[in-house]
């Protein structure tokens, strides 16, 4: 649990702040965009990594810098 405070990696040089969490049975994670007034959410019941890549996946396509992104089953 924590929050991060970084510049992003999604073709720009925007502030980004991110929480990863988690307990058994649930896991958030929250993207947030300060300087654009965006804010991406995912939850997950079944493991972290599913919700971090969401809130990845949909930053890339908000932003555009994906080409395609990875589907959810993967």
């Not at 965006?38 to 971090?52: E, F, S, Y």
Request: charged residues 15%; hydrophobic residues 45%; proline residues 7%.
């Amino acid at each position: 649990f924590g929050w991060n405070v970084g510049a992003d990696s999604y073709g720009g040089d925007r502030t980004t702040i991110e929480v990863l969490g988690g307990t058994r049975g649930a896991a958030p994670a929250v993207l947030l965009f300060p300087d654009d007034h965006v804010a991406i959410i995912g939850l997950c019941n079944l493991r972290k990594p599913a919700a971090v890549g969401m809130i990845h996946n949909a930053a890339k396509i908000y932003f555009g810098s994906a080409n395609t992104p990875v589907p959810a089953n993967e």
